[in-house]
């Protein structure tokens, strides 16, 4: 075959290879890059042999330049500075502090246990050093934890990705022209940072304006147009200092992102497309290049040092760089195993592999073999544990706790008093002077200001609550206040009181739940409340009378006079959903109408001002026996007439 075709060849194998990666890590619901890999060591040298990375030739650095451009301006968009500033400082101690930890640890482990030279455990140390935006954004969607990890994880693997690979080529360049002057090396490093910091953000500030003022352009071609001038910044900041690109591609996007750009969705999907392709390339032709010998030919000295960077230089770096965090254990933990490296990782250490060759100098197979085997255990051991790790500790972003309450009325306080008690933060926000009084009263914690603000959703906190709940007497305000939140913030739970047919759409293509029952009528309910006519009562499904607990509550609330207002499933309190299947075990509060004439509650002892307090009460616990003892002797007549 002639050479252009055999290279042809080669890449639409690759793309295809790495599509099909993509599509079965979707099916199997597995990290994308354990499919990736496994794929292109298949079809590479050491595998079957179809893919051959070599023929490629100087074409390779240029593939894996330009698509390392797209993967790192599409990790700085998904950067949101409101989420960053809730975790800016341990961040910042996760990039500077955490960089000079692993680059301490991992040299000497490198060095001890790998026996490599010290300028070559240094150059490992280096590349290591970046944990992968590629591999922690899709394993992140896949196992939904909870956010404040998920934004920590993002974000170190998209502002540590730079400094790591600038980081390493610093290394590299003394290692090659033998500079070992702490200084220089230091000034390469923030000289690098700078240039590559400063284009990148003169450059988004331009694709951004662009975005916002060049009408005349269609949407598809302004995707491209960014695409376009995404290069030419990256290409621009190569010419004027190596390797400042890197950080260029970075500061962008995350410019970008945070500038208010319309229709910057689009251009996310657009972007993250073309991530996927990219990964889905530079994996597959990279783990084809990969000699598996030269991988087993490292040793157990290798696979030491592997594990100490896992198991002893991570938890060291996390505990820290999150000392005086509000981070508890179980998350810290989590930071500690998920420390996957990626794709920048991999073609940092294959460029540098053919730089040392070409210089004469060893160790170059070497450094590629270890950063595979650091790639391939990180990968797999923590990309396929995650999942079951997060369910374990129980940081979700379902076990989030807290609430978000819109409408300080009498029903969206008791609802507050509910999870107040359990200790879990609760933020009221309402426009009304009186009845946020009464929340203060309560020690409740309250935001005189309308919801439809996003800026004081956030100043409650919605971001680390798990429940956000519109409950004020506008059913139509309360659904387009909870479709805000979820699109703006997809807290996990999100729920209002609206009628089935708001503004003519039907809720059940929305991500907002509808609280307690089908079409409740707060007005009455508060009225009830604040004339005491009304019983907190309880109640525990058990599986002897399951059926029939349902459906006495089920006609009571069809009759008009009980509410369901919370379920506690294992442990965890949850505002009810009009759409909730119940289980057995789980205990059901429920307010219940108490039709009495108040003169009678008086005479008989009750109070107005009385506080509600959860009992199980007759009017529910004890129709279901006495429905059962009827139907009973019902049936024993029929018997005895039988007989």
Known sequence: MEAPFEITLQMVITVFA???????AAYFKLPSIVLLLLLGILLGRDGVGILQPHLLGTGLEVIVSLATAIILFEGGLKLDRRELGKVSVTLQLLVTLGTLITLLGGSLAAHWLGEFPWSIAFLYASIVVVTGPTVVGPLIQQINVDRQVATLLEGEGVLIDPVGAILAYVVL???????????????????RLGVGAAIGGIGGFLMSWMFKRANFISFELKNLVVLAVLWGLFALA???RSESGIMTTVVAGAVFANSSV??????????????????SVLFILLAADLSIASVLALGWGSLFTVLVLMFVVRPINIILCTW?????????????????????????????????TQRGINGGDSIKALVFLTIIMTVFCQGL?????????????????????????PLGLLIARFFQERGEGVVMIDTDPERLAQAEAQNLRVIASSALDGEILEEAGIGSMGTFLAITSNGEVNFVLAQRAAEEFNPPRVLAIFPRHPQGSPAENSKVNQAFVSDLSVKTWNEYLINGQVKLGTTTLNAAEFD?????IQDKIQDGILVPLLLERQERLQVMSATLEWQVGDRIIYLLYDARPNLLKLLSGASQSTPLTVEKLAEVEEVRVKDANVSDKKDATVAEKVE
């Open 324 to 356: 005086n965090s509000d981070l508890n254990w179980r998350q810290k933990l989590f930071l500690s195993w998920v420390a996957p490296r990626g794709i920048v990782s991999a073609s940092v250490a294959s460029l540098f592999a053919i730089l040392l």
């Open 173 to 191: 360049d003394t290692i090659l022209n033998g500079d070992t002057d702490p200084i220089n090396a230091i000034t390469g490093l923030l000289l």
């Open 548 to 552: 029939s607990q349902q459906q006495h």
């Open 385 to 409: 544990t995650a999942r079951w790790l997060v369910k374990w500790l129980r940081i979700t972003s379902t076990d989030a706790t807290g609430a978000v309450i819109v409408g300080c009325n």
């Open 238 to 240: 190569q010419m004027i």
């Open 18 to 24: 790495g599509i099909s990666a993509q599509v079965m």
């Open 262 to 279: 319309p229709e910057e969705r689009l251009l996310r999907s657009f972007k993250n497309q073309l991530t996927i392709l990219s990964v």
